[in-house]
């Protein structure tokens, strides 16, 4: 299995993850697909005085996935909605 990188629209990165991962329950997918990652980092603010901690998304736009790529396969995932590219 190898990494790739799929395009989403920017803000739509979990929707495109959640709507791969339903595709994985209902079709053969979950045979070809290892792991599906939005990358964030942890990001410490200072806002009204306060500090907190949150998680930003350290490619925006972008979703990594673990897989083994054939045909079947990137027709699911390039017709998930939320998938604008592979």
């Given amino acids: 299995m190898d990494w790739y990188v799929i395009h989403s629209q920017t803000g739509a990165e979990d929707r495109a993850k ?3 991962e339903r595709r994985m ?3 053969a997918l979950k045979n070809y697909v290892e792991e599906i990652v939005v ?3 942890q990001v410490s603010e ?5 500090k907190r901690i ?3 998304k350290f490619f925006p736009g972008y979703v990594l ?3 083994d790529m054939n045909k079947e396969s990137w027709y699911l995932i390039k017709t998930t909605p ?3 590219s592979f």
């Fill in 18 to 20: 959640a709507g791969m």
């Fill in 25 to 27: 329950q209902t079709t």
């Fill in 39 to 41: 990358p964030t980092e």
């Fill in 46 to 50: 200072v806002r009204g005085g306060k």
């Fill in 54 to 56: 949150t998680a930003r």
């Fill in 65 to 67: 996935i673990k897989m």
């Fill in 82 to 84: 939320g998938v604008t």
